[in-house]
C-alpha cells in the first residue's frame, strides 16, 4: 500500500532528518552573553568609580600638625634675637 513509510533503503526526503539542537546549547549561550555583560559592568564600575576613588589621599592632620610644630620649634631655637623670635 501506498500510504506506508518508505522503504528504510531509500533516501529521506531534504529537511527530514534534521540535527536537533541539544537543550543545553542556549542556556550554554545565555550564560556566556551573561557573564560578557556581568564582566563589562564591572570594568566600567572600577575604571569609574574605584579607580578615581584610589587617586584621592587621605591626610593625618595630627601627624601635619606635629611636623609644623616641629619647624615652628625649630626656628624659635635657631633664631638669634628676639626680632627673629616674633617673625616666627
Same mark, same amino acid.
Given at each position: 500500500?501506498? !500510504?506506508?513509510?518508505? !522503504?528504510?533503503?531509500? $533516501?529521506? $526526503?531534504?529537511? $527530514?532528518?534534521?540535527?536537533? @539542537?541539544? #537543550?543545553?546549547?542556549?542556556?550554554? @549561550?545565555?550564560?556566556?552573553?551573561?557573564?560578557?555583560?556581568?564582566?563589562?559592568?564591572?570594568?566600567?564600575?572600577?575604571?569609574?568609580?574605584?579607580?578615581?576613588?584610589?587617586?584621592?589621599?587621605?591626610? #593625618? @592632620?595630627?601627624?601635619?600638625?606635629?611636623?609644623?610644630?616641629?619647624?615652628?620649634?625649630?626656628?624659635?631655637?635657631?633664631?638669634?634675637?628676639? #626680632? #627673629?623670635?616674633?617673625?616666627?
Amino acid at each position: 500500500p501506498e !500510504h506506508r513509510c518508505r !522503504h528504510h533503503r531509500t $533516501a529521506a $526526503a531534504p529537511g $527530514a532528518h534534521r540535527m536537533k @539542537v541539544p #537543550d543545553f546549547i542556549p542556556a550554554l @549561550v545565555q550564560l556566556l552573553l551573561t557573564l560578557i555583560v556581568v564582566a563589562a559592568a564591572l570594568l566600567l564600575y572600577d575604571r569609574t568609580v574605584v579607580r578615581p576613588a584610589l587617586r584621592i589621599g587621605m591626610v #593625618d @592632620v595630627a601627624e601635619v600638625y606635629r611636623q609644623k610644630e616641629a619647624e615652628f620649634t625649630q626656628l624659635l631655637t635657631k633664631a638669634g634675637s628676639e #626680632d #627673629d623670635r616674633q617673625k616666627a
